[in-house]
Structures are given as C-alpha cells and as structure tokens.
C-alpha cells in the first residue's frame, strides 16, 4: 500500500508556500472529521490543537512539557483515530499523540515520525509530492 500526496499551497508570511500536507480522518468515541495534517519529519509525535482534542472529546492524560523551535509549551498526552486514504488503500490505526496548550501559536495537526513506524516517507520538492509506503 502507498500514497501519493501533492504539497498544498498556502500563503505563509506574505508569500506563496508548499507544504507536505495531507487530508485524514480524525476520530474518537464515535465523533469524526476530516482534518489537513502536516507531514513533519523535525516533529517526534503527532500533535493535535486543544480545540481540535476538545471537540472528539480526548482524554487528557499526564501533563508534560515539549519543545519545539519556537520554546517550551505544556502538553497533555492522549491517543487519536488517524484514517489516511480512501476505499481499500486506508490506514486506520489509534495512534498516541499530545495536546499543546491552547497557548502555544501552533495550531495545525502535525503527524510526527510516529507515523513513519509504519511508511516510508519521501518528500519529492521539486515535484511537491509526499509517498507513504507501508513497511511491510
């Protein structure tokens, strides 16, 4: 099983930008959505923004501090519902992940390299595609 993913353009400071981006389902307890996601190869685990956590009704487990680029921010962990791709090409899995701090100014869903347990991550810049192989 592999995806293929075209980069999303957005503006970004002003300016045109590609970004490894993908649609996935997001679900819990019944509630699910669709969500554009952040392929981050920097990230360690997948994040998802407080209001996002609140509205699938995640329990906020241990309280913990992350850091990223920009400092330090408080996080709780969790676990998510992640669907990636469509019909009989789908990845359903319950992943861990953390909740920041509505505070802190991110507030994409990223998917970290917890995700890259299960694919093989390419990014192609000069054609703006992302491929997902599924490690056997």
């Known amino acids: 099983m592999s995806f293929n993913f075209k980069y999303r353009k957005e503006k970004f400071e002003g300016k045109t930008r590609y970004f490894p981006k993908v649609v996935i389902s997001l679900y819990n307890k019944g509630i699910k ?17 407080k209001q996002i956590a609140e509205a699938l009704d995640l329990d906020f487990k241990e309280e913990d501090i992350a850091s990223s680029w920009n ?7 969790s ?3 992640v669907i990636l791709g469509k019909g009989s090409q789908t990845f359903r899995r319950v992943l861990p992940c ?39």
């Open 71 to 77: 400092g330090d921010f408080k996080v709780w962990s």
């Open 98 to 136: 953390l909740i920041p701090d509505s505070e802190n100014p991110n507030q994409e869903v990223i998917l970290g390299r917890v995700l890259f347990k299960f694919f093989e991550v390419t990014f192609n810049e000069q054609k703006r595609i992302t491929k997902l192989k599924k490690i056997q």
């Open 79 to 81: 676990n998510i519902g």
């Open 33 to 49: 959505f669709d969500y554009p996601a952040l392929i981050d190869s920097g990230a360690t685990d997948i994040f998802i923004p």
